[in-house]
């Protein structure tokens, strides 16, 4: 890594103390902050604001990465878990930090969407874990069908879960 940065190899201790751990806890927390930003950027920008239509557009970004540059990306998240979490305390923590960071946001996204704040945060963490779910799977097959499943079976579940009754006095605000 430092040499590919054509760095000094001192500048590695220099700035993660810590080592690998730290750095790669300093790249899992940089990508959960990403995330969270990028679900605002998604609500902000939703023509048809739904919780339905919000999981879409999350799905929407990856089906557009892999359909444009193929299926070498994935969550780097999802991929930290799977090589370090059994063998480090500290590098779990950042990733289930970094994970609880992209669903608080996800769930107070769907209660402005209307969904109930004792449904939103039960909702987020299955939107999230059905997304990484079908961001494998569309890995392992090399096809975005996956993606696609996901969005149109989830979608009415995520509807049917805003209380139409508190979506109609914010819309009269």
Request: charged residues 25%; hydrophobic residues 50%; glycine residues 8%.
């Amino acid at each position: 890594m430092v040499a590919h940065a054509e760095a000094p190899r001192g500048s590695l201790q220099h700035y993660f103390p810590g080592g690998k751990d730290q750095l790669i806890a300093e790249a899992v927390a940089w990508a959960g902050d990403y995330a969270a930003r990028r679900v605002a950027r998604i609500a902000e920008r939703l023509a048809d604001p739904t919780p339905g239509s919000l999981f879409a557009a999350m799905a929407a970004q990856w089906r557009d990465e892999f359909t444009a540059q193929g299926f070498d990306a994935g969550c780097p998240l999802v991929a930290t878990v799977a090589d370090t979490a059994a063998t480090s305390d500290t590098l779990r923590e950042a990733v289930g930090k970094a994970f609880d960071g992209w669903q608080r946001p996800v769930a107070a996204t769907l209660e402005q969407l209307g969904v109930p704040p004792a449904r939103s945060a039960a909702l987020a963490v299955l939107m999230l874990s059905t997304l990484e779910g079908a961001i494998v799977l569309a890995r392992a097959h090399r096809d975005v069908a996956p993606l696609d499943t996901v969005v149109a079976e989830l979608r009415p579940l995520l509807d049917g879960a805003v209380d139409r009754r508190r979506r109609r006095a914010s819309a009269g605000d």
